[in-house]
C-alpha cells in the first residue's frame, strides 16, 4: 500500500510577496530563519532556507519552512545577480525588505521586531527599502 502524504505531515509554507522593487533586474536573495543569532544574514545558520526568486517572480513566491516556528525573513534586491548585497561605503546600494516591515533605522531591525509565527500555511508581504 502506498505512503501518502497528508496536509498535516507537509511542511508549513510561507507565501510571500514582495511589492516596492524599482525594477525587474536580476534576483531577490531570500532567508528564512528560526535563529536570532543569524538574523539577518543566514549564512550563519545552516538550519535556514535560503532562495533565490528571480525578480520578475518576487510578485508571489512560496518558502517551505522546515517546522511550525517563530521565523523572520530577510530579502535582497540583488539586481547585479552577484549573490550578495553591494554597499556604497556603509549603505546598501542594493534594496532590502523584511518580514512584518518593521521601521529601519541605522542597522538592520531585530529579529523579534520581523519575526512570526508560522502554525501551518502563512503569508507575510514585504516592502522593499532602497537606500540609494
Known sequence: MPLLLTAASAPPTVEVSVAGLRNDKGQILVCLTTNPKAFPDC??????????????????????APADGT????????????????????LPKEGFGFSRNPAIGMGAPS???????????TRQSIRMKYML
Open 111 to 121: 529579529f523579534k521586531s520581523a519575526s512570526f509565527v508560522v502554525t501551518g500555511d
Open 43 to 64: 549564512s550563519k545558520d545552516k538550519a535556514s532556507v535560503r532562495m533565490a526568486v528571480k525578480a520578475v517572480d518576487a510578485g508571489n513566491f512560496v518558502i517551505h
Open 71 to 90: 521565523y523572520a525573513i530577510a530579502v535582497v534586491h540583488d539586481e547585479n545577480a552577484n549573490n550578495r548585497m553591494d554597499m556604497a561605503l556603509f
